[in-house]
């Protein structure tokens, strides 16, 4: 009969540090849910795999997986042995919050030097005593995540091509010009989905204004009028 989960987690006095977590799972699956902090993860044995951004993923022992806040995502063990995994929890503002759509793309990061310095801060937390040196080995780390999440990732970028694509073709078919600064509403105010000014529905001008009625003058203006005059 196989043994059960062996965990160990704890809240460091580390600043930007949730909390850590080792685990050795030897049967395990949980179900979707969410953290409210950054989830940076080393799986030293096995393999999980895990669904994010409604795609099936794995991790794999010489990346780091990060999991951005509120995105849901499930996990499992693939094999039998089950898997080993350390986790640090990063506050929600150690690194960009308008980067989130990166990760959820990209979560995998095949870096050796990001590696160690993961695993250098876990093997100074797990001897209490030099938070200092943990508080910033946490600081490397925002700074190395931050470069990487400053990459736009393929498939980011493939879909950011295709919405600038459909945009212009929107523009056009309206009768503007696609480098028109208002073509496809992006400079506008407008985000993806929303049509540009002038646009509504599948691509049709907003019809013109109807041209306003001459004041009848044979009548004295009302209350509202005079007020208005003033």
């Not at 196989?2 to 965990?7: F, H, N, T, Y």
């Not at 989830?39 to 999991?67: F, I, P, Q, S």
């Not at 879909?159 to 073709?169: D, K, P, V």
């Amino acid at each position: 009969m196989a043994s059960g989960p062996r965990i160990r987690a704890w809240r460091p006095e580390v600043p930007g540090l949730a909390e850590v977590l080792h685990g050795h799972f030897p049967r395990h699956a949980y179900p979707a849910h969410t953290h409210d902090t950054w989830t940076v993860l080393l799986v030293d044995e096995g393999t999980v795999r895990y669904d994010l951004g409604r795609h099936e993923r794995a991790t794999a022992r010489a990346r780091v997986t990060v999991l951005p806040p509120h995105v849901a995502h499930d996990g499992r063990s693939v094999e039998a042995g089950g898997f080993r995994k350390r986790v640090l929890y990063l506050d929600a503002d150690r690194l960009d919050a308008e980067r989130v759509g990166r990760w959820v793309d990209d979560p995998d990061v095949s870096d050796p030097v990001l590696w160690r310095a993961v695993d250098r801060v876990h093997r100074v937390l797990a001897h209490p005593g030099d938070e200092l040196a943990a508080e910033s080995g946490i600081a490397l780390l925002g700074e190395r995540l931050g470069r990487h999440a400053a990459r736009v990732a393929p498939v980011a970028e493939a879909r950011a091509a295709g919405l600038a694509r459909r945009m212009r073709e929107s523009a056009r078919r309206a009768g503007g010009r696609g480098d028109h600064p208002r073509g496809g509403g992006a400079r506008a105010g407008c985000g993806p989905g929303v049509p540009g000014p002038g646009v509504r529905g599948r691509g049709r001008r907003a019809p013109a204004p109807l041209p306003r009625r001459a004041p009848d003058r044979r009548r004295p203006p009302g209350p509202a009028a005079r007020g208005a005059a003033r």
